[in-house]
Nanobody, 119 residues
């Protein structure tokens, strides 16, 4: 099983980034997918989740209205579009696969991609 994130980087506040997660080694269409983040000195926190077909989504209050999670089952990929980024969005972002959508209960994790938002 592999989850490989990409798309992180250094941006300014107000900018946008799109994170990608490439999945392999399991039946992607049978898994809910999610994004989590961990800022320096803080615990990992939930960001967003998407159900098996993509019809269901839910978000942390801190990103609602700014971030959009999506998936492409044909390609085995999940995405996180992040708009209007804030300094407090700085973190390592990891994607996760789960057999349960809500609450998302990850069975597999990616290694993470760093997002740094400067003021």
């Amino acid at each position: 099983v592999q989850l490989v994130e990409s798309g992180g980087g250094l941006v300014q506040a107000g900018d946008s980034l799109r994170l990608s997660c490439a999945a392999s080694g399991f039946i992607f269409g049978n898994s809910a997918m999610g994004w989590f983040r961990q800022a320096p000195g803080k615990e990992r926190e939930f960001v967003a989740a998407i159900g098996y077909s993509g019809a269901e989504r839910h978000y942390a209050d801190s990103v609602k209205g700014r971030f959009t999670i999506s998936r492409d089952n044909a390609r085995g990929m999940a995405f996180l579009q992040m708009n209007s980024l804030k300094v407090e969005d700085t973190a390592v972002y990891s994607c996760a696969a789960s057999s349960i959508f809500k609450p998302l209960t990850p069975s597999y994790w990616g290694q993470g991609t760093q997002v740094i938002v400067s003021s």
